[in-house]
């Protein structure tokens, strides 16, 4: 029985990490194996619904403590719904984002404990932790460029929140066993490379 693998694309808005996790979609399928592409926050039909909830810029200021929640929920829902299921199965798993995220957005920048937001985490995804992370490091005025002219409610709240966001990942990374920061200011083919080659060690261990 082939072992399920867990590999998460993490990093600041405006990243790459939607190209990317597609481009290793494609890399991983090319090379035998069946992945399973999934994002947070959505995946999933009440994930999709939260989503919009989640990034509706009308939606107006929601705290950090609803926000957990709601984020939690969608995660929640898509460990059991996708990823639990298709890891038992022995599939490699690609999520595009997934606690760590929590942990940068509503902790690090939003204020809330990361103790708390891990107990909450630890329900909400049973206790799974990706095989490997990949981080997408870019600065945050690069991101904020590359989000373009149509912020969602997230990317809004401006270059200060989000260069919190791009440190606090950083800090993260460097206590996360299963955390690769990826200079993602690069062209899109060469952090594609460096991608898969990290990922391949995992998958090959
Ligand atoms: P994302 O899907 O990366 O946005 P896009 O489709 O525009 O690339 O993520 C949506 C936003 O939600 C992003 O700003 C990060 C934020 N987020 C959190 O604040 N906490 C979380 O736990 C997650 C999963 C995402």
Do not use: W
């Not at 990093?11 to 992945?35: M, W």
């Not at 940068?104 to 708390?116: K, P, S, T």
């Not at 791009?166 to 990826?182: F, H, M, N, S, W």
Request: proline share 5%.
């Amino acid at each position: 029985m082939k072992q399920g693998r867990l590999l998460v694309i993490e990093g600041p808005d405006g990243g790459g990490k939607s190209t990317q996790a597609k481009l290793l979609n494609n890399a991983l399928a090319a090379a035998g194996y069946e992945p399973v592409l999934a994002r947070e926050p959505g995946g999933t039909r009440l994930g999709e619904e939260v989503r919009k909830i989640l990034l509706n810029p009308e939606q107006g200021e929601i705290g950090p403590c609803a926000e957990n929640f709601l984020f939690m929920a969608c995660r929640a829902q898509l460990v059991d719904e996708v990823i639990a299921p298709a890891l038992a199965a022995g599939r490699v798993v690609i999520c595009d984002r997934f606690l760590l995220s929590t942990l940068v957005y509503q902790g690090i920048a939003g204020g809330l404990q990361l103790d708390e937001i891990r107990a909450s985490a630890a329900m909400a995804t049973r206790g799974l932790v990706p095989d490997l992370t990949l981080v997408l490091d870019v600065p945050a005025e690069i991101g904020l460029d590359r989000v373009g002219n149509t912020p969602d409610r997230m990317e809004q709240k401006g270059l200060e929140f989000h260069a919190r966001i791009r440190q606090g990942y950083l800090d993260l990374a460097k206590e996360d066993p299963t955390a690769v920061v990826i200079d993602s200011t690069r062209e899109i083919e060469v952090v594609a490379k460096e991608i898969l080659a990290a990922v391949m060690q995992v998958l090959e261990d």
